[in-house]
């Protein structure tokens, strides 16, 4: 709850229930439609990548729809587009954070060799502060946006 007082001059207060509610990397970002090609060569030295086992994932449509949902960026490229039956597709998104700093994503999404729904998420952005928090948002998802344990991180060294 919150409480608001009135001011010195009067002795009134008032206290207001508040929802609890939480604040996403979707909140952040805005879809941008850019030129995707051109950007993503111009940032080829700022790139960080993650490999995620989405556990909770059935079919890589699904996880595409999941990932495009959860970080709100612009698909591009009709890259949005994933055959009900695929076992790979790569997924391309802009945006802009803050209205002006650019964000872009590649989202490799598979089966593995165990059937397991995989994400190999490459982000690049103008400024670093940008980059690593995008990737570490999989890092802290819960139950609230996607099933318990839905975004695993993979270990590249144990595979």
Do not use: C
């Not at 995989?118 to 980059?131: P, Q, Y």
């Amino acid at each position: 709850s919150a409480r608001v007082s009135s001011g010195p001059w009067l002795s009134l207060s008032y206290e207001y229930p508040l929802e609890e509610f939480e604040v996403t990397l979707s909140d952040y970002i805005a879809r941008a439609p850019i030129n995707f090609r051109k950007v993503w060569e111009e940032l080829k030295e700022s790139e960080s990548t993650e490999t995620f086992s989405l556990s909770s994932m059935k079919t890589v449509q699904e996880a595409v729809s999941a990932v495009i949902d959860f970080l709100g960026m612009q698909p591009v490229e009709g890259s949005d587009n994933v055959s009900a039956k695929a076992k790979s597709h790569t997924l391309l998104l802009a945006g802009q954070v803050n209205g002006q700093h650019t964000v872009l994503a590649s989202a490799n999404v598979f089966l593995d060799q165990t059937q397991t729904v995989t994400l190999e998420l490459a982000v690049r952005a103008e400024d670093e502060d940008i980059k690593k928090p995008t990737i570490n948002f999989f890092h802290r998802l819960n139950a609230r946006f996607f099933l318990p344990n839905a975004f695993e991180h993979v270990d590249k060294k144990k595979k």
